[in-house]
């Protein structure tokens, strides 16, 4: 069984910021309404926040536009942008602990897992893109004639921002770092479950010297605050990481305008372990693959490939290690899952291990819930599961593997890429070629020989098919932020 660590007093971060932050001004929503933000261990609410909507939206792309059209950020030289970031970076470093306790309180995460992944990779996010603040170059490009031919890269203006709740200082970082090196200007919405490090963090990059109305951050609800981003004529690219069906709604909203867009969506990601590989990195891969996060990963290592030969042996290692993963308290330090972030995604996880045994799938480890209170759910392995099977096709986004068994290369690499899904692939082998063979034909944006979940600033990530389109992290992480200008001067 998943044990059930004793909860734990641990120190409650303070909660300082939860109005909207529009042109470097803390705001009550012009309605007036607030929201509750919920701690996913206790049910408990933490902060009562106010709920942008179109009203709210309308004056922060106004302050968006004004530090866009007229301010300094685009207009000061690259390098002291640069320089400005790397503040803030440090000033996230010098209250991480506080921004660890504040993210595992809003999301549920270990605080372990916010001090020591999240909020590190944030930091080197921020870092790698200031470095790029002042390397954003064009070309010179020999055109026929006696001209003199150049290209710029120019910010692409004001940037709608719309992340989600699974890594929330994280996706700030990914979206915020790209966008403020070209030397755009931001609207934020944070998602409705996880506001309060968002907030946080505007706070601390006014500190770090960035310009009053260059990030504005909307806390609010997709359908009224996200829609009136996507749809405002001042917003010039917005850039989204959630659902496919959330995604479709934005495109054909955005359509009107032409709007540039960016999507990172969700996966269905094989980890596909041979009969050569190293067992005991395989199996710390597959968990790690699964369960980092609660499972609410996009690129999460959901279907596991098992060749038949050591099929039986490598099932029953990832079994029990299912079994004696701790869930619990987030605020302890031996946490290693805590609950999932709100009743709508326990719902959804619980609706489909419901639908994997009916499917009939065997159901090898976990399938309940942990405790009374909070949305904790034990770490649950499916076996025998069949293509087919909808915890085999769709996205679950909780601590659910479905196994499924291979016996040759060409069968598995058609079976790997028969999902909509693109985002990432895991292979575990000895073998280079067949490691290599595999990269080449799995049809993902990513994968990952040997090692799950390894992401680094100066990598990019994104998906094929239905992940999404663009990618975030890198240089190419930058294009989506920059527009081309090519210039043509006569020389006669
Ligand atoms: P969602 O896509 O609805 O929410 C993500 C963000 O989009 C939030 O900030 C939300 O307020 C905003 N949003 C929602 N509707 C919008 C609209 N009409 N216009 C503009 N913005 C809008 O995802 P949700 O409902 O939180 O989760 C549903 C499922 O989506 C999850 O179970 C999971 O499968 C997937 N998901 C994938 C993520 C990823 O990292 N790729 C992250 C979160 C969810
Ligand atoms: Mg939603």
Redesign the pocket.
């Known amino acids: 069984m998943a044990t059930v660590t004793a909860p734990r007093k641990a120190a409650t971060p303070q909660i300082r910021q939860s109005q909207l932050f529009i042109g470097g001004q803390w705001t009550p929503a012009r309605s007036g309404n607030t929201f509750d933000t919920i701690n996913p261990a206790t049910e408990e609410v933490i902060a009562a926040v106010a709920e942008a909507d179109a009203a709210d939206v309308e004056l922060a792309v106004l302050a968006a536009r004004k530090a866009f059209d007229e301010g300094p950020w685009p207009r000061m030289n690259a390098r002291e942008r640069g320089r400005i970031m790397m503040r803030l970076a440090d000033l996230i470093e010098a209250e991480i602990d506080e921004l660890a306790a504040l993210e595992s309180l809003d999301n549920g995460k270990p605080v372990s897992d916010a001090r020591l992944g999240d909020i590190p990779l944030a930091i080197e996010v921020i870092r790698y893109y200031a470095g790029w603040a002042d390397k954003i170059q064009g070309a010179t490009i020999p055109i026929n004639g006696n001209y003199f031919c150049y290209t710029r890269k120019e910010p692409v203006g004001v940037a709608g921002q ?5 890594f929330p200082i994280l996706m700030v970082a990914w979206k915020w770092g790209p966008a403020l090196a070209a030397g755009c200007t931001i609207v934020m ?5 996880t506001p309060l490090t968002a907030l946080r963090l505007a706070r601390l990059a006014q500190e770090a010297g960035v310009p009053d109305g260059v990030i504005n951050v909307v806390p609010g ?3 009224t605050a ?2 009136a ?2 749809k405002h004529p001042g917003i010039d690219k917005v850039a ?4 496919g ?2 995604a479709q ?2 495109m054909r909203q955005a359509a009107d305008q032409l709007k540039r867009l960016t999507f ?3 996966g269905k990601s094989p980890n596909i372990v041979f009969a050569d590989a190293d067992m005991d990195a395989a199996a710390a891969g597959a968990h790690v693959g699964i369960y980092l996060n609660q499972g609410q ?2 690129c999460a290592g959901s279907r596991l490939f098992v060749e038949d030969a050591i099929h039986g042996e490598f099932v029953e290692r990832v079994v029990a290690e299912s079994k004696s993963r701790r869930v619990g308290d987030p605020f302890d330090p031996a946490t290693q899952q805590g609950p999932q972030v709100d009743k ?2 326990f719902d ?1 996880i619980m609706g489909y291990i419901a639908v994997g045994q009916k499917e009939g799938a065997t159901l090898a480890a976990g399938g309940g819930r942990v405790g009374d209170k909070g949305f904790f759910i034990e770490p649950t392995v499916f076996t025998n599961v069949k293509d087919e099977m909808a915890i085999a096709r769709e ?1 679950i ?1 909780g601590p659910v593997l479905s196994v499924l068994k291979f016996s040759d290369m060409d069968e598995l690499i058609r079976r790997a890429n028969a999902t909509n899904f693109g985002l990432a692939a895991a292979v575990w082998t000895r073998d280079i070629s067949r490691a290599h063979e595999a990269a080449k034909r799995l049809r993902a944006g990513t994968v990952w020989v040997n090692c799950y979940d390894v992401f680094d600033a100066a990598a990019p990530f994104g998906g094929f098919k239905q992940s999404g389109f663009g990618r975030e992290l890198g240089e190419k992480g930058l294009e989506p932020y920059l527009e081309h200008k090519t210039v043509t001067v006569s020389l006669s």
């Open positions: 719309i992340i989600p709740w699974n919405k944070p998602a409705e479950q609800f997709g359908p996200g829609a981003i996507v989204f990481t959630g659902s069906e959330t709604v934005i990172e969506l969700g990963c996009c709508a995604q959804k996205e986004f």
